[in-house]
């Protein structure tokens, strides 16, 4: 009895085993099945066209600068997009991609019309600079040969009409290009006008024949730089503000050494122009260094040049009160200094704030207009003063760019609720709080349950990050 009792109790115990292991697989093969299906194809595109998403990585595509706030929501976001898309099984992960332009095209609505790097396209004042420039380089061709008769109308109007069907003449060179490239050409343009015929007539010297010999210098520096800022820009993507600084400086320091070289009362045209062209060089070399050691943006710089501006009238204005009282050439030291302390002030005041291209515009184009009020008011007064026709529209351009850099740089702290930002600290303290994460951590099954934890899978509900 004993005996059979035992080969029941082991035929019990293996039918046991038998039914637990069919259990346990069915019960894996369920949790598979329930797994798969919340990871579909579907549910991954909408998290990834997720507004929030799709507006940072709109600014990331146009290369606009991104906060640390964007960034790490960015960084974590796309962690989370990855962790989805390996629990996707192969079949969702082929339907994503047999789907998802009819998703985009039907499905997508509004978001369909803001795609995540906007097509480049030509603006009218893209046209006007081409012609411009092309004009310029005929007419420079004109001094140099001089011809007669309608060649001399002819040349400007042939090379301006080239300058604009270059993407008629080699569509390649324009592919995939963006704004940046065409600011960085036109700056490179623009600057080569100062450089090469600065360096013309440090070469040829005054005269006559010699101005048509640095026209035409102009005119090949010109093109030189603009093809230079063209291709380095294309090849390189630099944020906006690193071109905008080129561009600052670019300007104020060939004026830098203008100044110095009327300080020290230089006569020779050779000198004069060398001073330009020295002082263009170390600009550029200095613009570089500054952009590579904080990344400034457009409106940062827009705001810097314009804070530059409104000193340098400011200086003059105190120049032309020095000059009625006792002349010297070292006056014109006094605007120079106004502007590098313009464009100190104004950088160590930009950082942290990070301002928008609407922003710096908008400080830029008030600034223009009170400065235009503050003529007309010295106008009605009917002043004889150079200084008041001078520093009467300075100052007034200076108090309104302070007046709204002041409001926009509250705005724009105030959104951040990071601290040590905007401080020389050797630390930066970040809190994010993400409470709809809450709902998309209770969507998604605990994988390892057998251990009692849930993988993670999704932000957490706040992140605390001190970087140093």
Aim: glycine share 12%.
């Amino acid at each position: 009895m004993r005996t059979v009792s035992k080969i029941h109790a082991m035929k019990f115990s293996n039918v046991s085993l038998i039914l637990s292991g069919f259990l346990l697989v069915m019960l894996s093969f369920v949790h598979n099945a329930s797994a798969q299906g919340l990871y579909t194809a579907r549910g991954y595109w909408e998290e990834s066209t997720k507004e929030t998403y799709r507006k940072i990585k709109t600014k990331e595509a146009n290369r606009e600068l991104l906060t640390n706030d964007e960034k790490s929501y960015l960084a974590d976001f796309e962690n989370y997009l990855k962790n989805y898309w390996e629990r996707m099984s192969d079949e969702e992960k082929e339907l994503y991609e047999n789907m998802l332009d009819t998703w985009n095209r039907e499905l997508l609505g509004p978001i369909a019309s803001e795609p995540l790097q906007k097509d480049f396209d030509w603006r009218g004042r893209d046209r006007a600079i081409n012609v411009f420039y092309g004009v310029y380089y005929g007419a420079s061709l004109v001094a140099l040969f001089e011809p007669d008769g309608a060649a001399a109308v002819g040349i400007p109007l042939i090379t301006g009409g080239l300058w604009v069907l270059g993407p008629f003449v080699n569509p390649k060179k324009y592919q995939n290009i963006d704004r940046t490239v065409i600011r960085a050409s036109n700056t490179g343009k623009f600057l080569g006008l100062i450089y090469g015929g600065a360096l013309g007539y440090t070469f040829y010297g005054g005269g006559d024949n010699n101005d048509r010999g640095a026209f035409l210098f102009s005119s090949l520096g010109s093109i030189a730089l603009g093809e230079l800022g063209f291709q380095m820009q294309k090849r390189k993507m630099l944020p906006e503000g690193h071109i905008e600084m080129f561009r600052h400086y670019g300007i104020v320091g060939p004026w830098l050494g203008l100044s110095l070289a009327g300080a020290l009362g230089a006569d020779d045209t050779r000198v004069v122009a060398g001073s330009v062209l020295a002082g263009g060089v170390g600009g550029l070399l200095f613009a570089n260094r500054q952009a590579k050691k904080y990344n400034y943006t457009r409106g940062d710089v827009e705001n810097i040049s314009t804070l530059s501006l409104a000193t340098t009238g400011l200086g003059f204005a105190v120049a032309a009160e020095t000059i009625a009282d006792d002349f010297s050439n070292a006056i014109i030291l006094i605007p120079a200094a106004g502007t590098v302390l313009g464009t100190l002030a104004g950088q160590k005041s930009v950082k942290g704030v990070y301002l928008t291209n609407r922003q710096g515009s908008t400080i830029a184009f008030s600034a223009l207009g009170a400065g235009l009020v503050g003529i007309g008011f010295a106008a009605l007064i009917q002043s004889d003063a150079p200084a008041v026709w001078i520093g009467l529209p300075s100052a007034m351009a200076l108090a309104t760019q302070q007046i709204i850099f002041s409001r926009f740089k509250k705005e724009n702290l105030s959104r951040n609720l990071s601290l040590g930002k905007d401080r020389d600290l050797p630390y930066r303290l970040s809190f994010d709080l993400t409470p709809g994460n809450y709902l998309v951590n209770k969507r998604i099954p605990a994988t390892g349950y057998l251990h009692g934890t849930t993988p993670h899978v999704s932000n957490p509900l706040a992140t605390v990050r001190l970087s140093f």
